[in-house]
């Protein structure tokens, strides 16, 4: 019998918030099939504005700035204040996502374009660290074949849709995949819309939710596991958020005695292939300079499996942000795996987990 067997949620536990039982009416209840072209979803910089962020990389670098150094007043330009202000409506108030185009990346150093993304970034939310190594800017690499139980960000795996841990994540394309590397979308409104409309009881059991797993990346003294369910979806003051990642979810369980059974499976299983429809999912892939900013609370984010280049320089590399946002959306309080909302650095440690003695488990 597990140790933490006393954390796994009762079968007869009541939801953490009422479930929504109407349909969203929202625009961040979207579906792929109303965007005609990527002109629909994309803020191009204009020259002037690419000319304000030349002009304070070139202040940033003849400052001998890092990035511990840079803050949103390095990008406080009066053409590119605007253009922020329309990111930040988009992704809270709006659709909830939004690709931003295109920096001139041949031009600038890593250190630069990470100084700058940083400080944009900063205008948004505050930067979180993303793993046990405080990268509060994530290098997006392959390193599988140094550490083959590396996470999702650092591997070339697919990745199912999913959300992270913070409140708005970032993407910065530096380079393309040799082939690979789609980029995929799903408003997880429309999934509860769905959800709602063709398989309405299993709702209460996402809005239960489940142990997640921390995959080794807790303070020393935490438990490995959340110690009370995480909801897939909550319902605060009338507004649907989402926290979901599968496989986080499965380990969670195992590791308290109560793993994945049928039913349990039928659900996140249906809750996966409606966030996958076509008429749903928004596929597109970044280009060098590209970024895309997104809500997790309300969009699902994914990946398709890609094929590297040999050579180190000329592999895919991305730079991501978490930004936390106070006050920014009601949320219940179980949907945070750490305290904090981002993962304490620890010394010595990788987000690396091995998660086959737990996952084989399945019930």
């Not at 303070?219 to 979806?233: A, E, I, K, Q, S």
């Not at 349990?264 to 429809?277: C, P, T």
């Amino acid at each position: 019998m597990s140790s933490l067997q006393h954390l796994a949620p009762a079968a007869d536990q009541n939801p953490a918030t009422p479930v929504h039982r109407r349909p969203i009416d929202h625009p961040a209840a979207w579906k792929a099939s109303q965007f005609g072209s990527p002109a629909d979803y994309t803020i191009e910089l204009t020259p002037a504005q690419l000319d304000d962020i030349d002009g304070a990389i070139r202040g940033m670098r003849a400052a001998g700035l890092s990035l511990e150094d840079v803050d949103q007043s390095h990008l406080a330009l009066p053409r590119l204040l605007p253009v922020i202000d329309e990111i930040r409506r988009e992704l809270i108030e709006g659709r909830g996502f939004v690709v931003v185009g295109r920096l001139p990346v041949e031009r600038y150093s890593k250190e630069e374009l990470g100084m700058a993304y940083w400080s944009l970034g900063s205008h948004l939310g505050r930067g979180l660290s993303q793993s046990v190594m405080g990268d509060r800017l994530g290098h997006v690499r392959d390193v599988s074949r140094e550490d083959p139980n590396a996470r999702a960000y650092r591997n070339r795996q697919e990745l199912s849709p999913h959300t992270d841990l913070s409140d708005l994540v970032g993407l910065l394309c530096l380079r393309r995949a040799k082939s690979g590397g789609v980029s995929r979308l799903t408003s997880a409104l429309a999934v509860h819309n769905a959800i709602l409309a063709e398989r309405p009881h299993y709702l209460d059991r996402l809005y239960r939710g489940y142990v997640y797993h921390r995959r080794g990346e807790e303070r020393p003294g935490d438990l490995p596991v959340t110690p009370h369910p995480v909801p897939v979806f909550c319902n605060v003051d009338g507004a649907v958020s989402v926290r979901y990642v599968r496989t986080y979810i499965e380990a969670g369980m195992a590791a308290v005695g109560a793993p994945i059974g049928d039913f349990d499976r039928e659900v996140l299983q249906f809750f996966e292939d409606v966030s996958k429809r076509p008429d749903l999912m928004l596929e597109f892939t970044l280009d060098p300079g590209q970024l895309y900013l997104l809500n997790n609370y309300t969009v699902l984010h994914a990946r398709s499996e890609f094929e590297d280049h040999e050579e180190d320089d000329r592999r895919r590399h991305l730079l991501r942000l978490w930004l936390e946002v106070p006050g920014m959306r009601p949320v219940h309080r179980h949907v945070h795996l750490f305290d904090g909302n981002g993962i304490a650095p620890v010394a010595g440690r990788t987000p690396s987990f091995d998660w086959r003695h737990l996952t084989d488990r399945r019930g």
